[in-house]
């Protein structure tokens, strides 16, 4: 019976195991397992991949997306270029990491490229990305992709390229995107949000939360009642699930 999984520290706010057994279910495999496996530390991992031999994947989540990497025996290209793994292959012995959050932000992302843009896609706006863990790289390597000038919010200067404390309305004012990818306002702590001049938002303004539980956090909602357009992380989650399972399924 093929096994399956989710590593983290916290896991309740998850809703990856019904995604999965809709799969399974579509997939006609009716004795396909996934579980939740919280890890108090990441060095935890091998222990649990010897104790469970029939792991064929993990996905990867808060706070393990990048130092779990030390222990993998090899990176698809995607991983190594965002230094950030957020699904583990294993087979024979190896465990392969690789980077899914990659394909759901461009699910997610690309509805609201039109309006964002501009009239014509004649005017490149100028994106702010809230948080520089492992959600954030694979969120840059996107923006990259696309062309989109962008700009890192960390509690570390050395991480980010602004502070939390250099938000001020001016720089909300010409990000008109803005991606959250820290886990502030997730469940159960849904009374937190990233501290922004929320004052400064109009209607002009894409806000995207890659938290998914609630559906609408405290950071939506304020953007919501700003006249921005919002959207959780729900598309993400269900679009990287579904790469994860063909990054399992390819032997």
């Not at 579980?35 to 991992?45: A, I, K, M, N, R």
């Not at 104790?51 to 290209?77: C, D, E, W």
């Not at 820290?182 to 002009?204: F, I, N, R």
């Amino acid at each position: 019976m093929a096994q399956y999984g989710l590593i983290g520290r916290s896991l309740g706010h998850s809703r990856s195991p019904e995604l999965f057994a809709s799969i399974f279910a579509r997939e006609g495999l009716s004795g396909a397992r996934y579980e939740l496996f919280e890890l108090d530390h990441v060095d935890e991992l091998p222990g649990l991949i010897a104790a469970r031999p029939a792991l064929r994947g993990l996905n990867v989540t808060i706070p393990y997306k990048q130092n779990v990497i030390p222990l993998l025996h090899g990176l698809s290209p995607e991983a190594a270029a965002v230094g950030a793994v957020n699904c583990i292959r294993i087979r024979d012995g190896r465990w392969i990491g690789h980077n899914t959050d990659i394909d759901g932000f461009r699910a997610l992302i690309g509805p609201h490229l039109g309006t964002v843009l501009g009239q014509g896609g004649t005017v490149r706006p100028r994106a702010l990305v809230l948080g520089s863990g492992g959600a954030s790289r694979a969120v840059a390597y996107v923006l990259r992709e696309l062309g989109l000038r962008f700009r890192v919010v960390s509690r570390s200067r050395e991480r980010g390229d602004l502070t939390w404390d250099q938000v001020d309305r001016t720089v909300v004012g010409v990000c008109r995107l803005i991606i959250h990818t820290t886990p502030l306002g997730m469940w159960p702590k849904v009374d937190e949000s990233p501290a922004l001049p929320y004052a400064a938002l109009t209607d002009q303004h894409h806000l995207i939360d890659l938290v998914y539980n609630p559906e609408e956090t405290l950071f939506l909602r304020q953007g919501r009642d700003a006249g921005a357009v919002v959207e959780n992380g729900m598309v993400m989650l269900k679009e990287q699930a579904e790469a994860a399972w063909r990054f399992w399924g390819v032997d």
